[in-house]
């Protein structure tokens, strides 16, 4: 399985961005597929997660209410749809998937996803 992801780039405060992540490899369409991020001197942390049916995705409290995660079975293809950003929000975006359907503390661990992209830098300034 590869991730590629890419819609990564310097916005404004306030501006929005849409990241994608391709899928390929692999024909089964993963069970879950979810977006981290890491900040310059950070760790990696968690910002969305959704399952293969596309309901009741999960985010992390700090993203709530600004980013929307959707995907496409047909194209193989996750998205996150971030709105409002800020300056916080500056990190490297990574895709994951994983085969198996974790229960809801499980989709917030990076440990849980078995592939992963190689990241796209999100850029906030003020």
């Known amino acids: 399985v590869q991730l590629q992801a890419s819609g990564g780039g310097l916005v404004q405060a306030g501006e929005s961005l849409r990241l994608s992540c391709a899928r390929s490899?692999?024909?089964?369409?993963?069970?879950?597929m979810g977006w981290f991020r890491q900040a310059p001197g950070k760790q990696r942390e968690f910002v969305a997660a959704i399952r293969r049916s596309g309901d009741a995705p999960f985010y992390a409290d700090s993203v709530k209410g600004r980013f929307t995660i959707r995907r496409d079975n047909a194209k193989n293809t996750v998205y996150l749809q971030m709105n409002s950003l800020k300056p916080t929000d500056t990190a490297v975006y990574y895709c994951?998937?994983?085969?198996?359907?974790?229960?809801?503390?499980?989709?917030?661990?990076?440990?849980?996803?078995?592939?992963w992209g190689q990241g796209t830098l999100v850029t906030v300034s003020s």
């Open positions: 490899g692999r024909t089964v369409s993963p069970h879950t």
């Open positions: 994951a998937s994983t085969s198996s359907n974790p229960i809801m503390s499980a989709l917030m661990a990076a440990k849980t996803y078995e592939y």
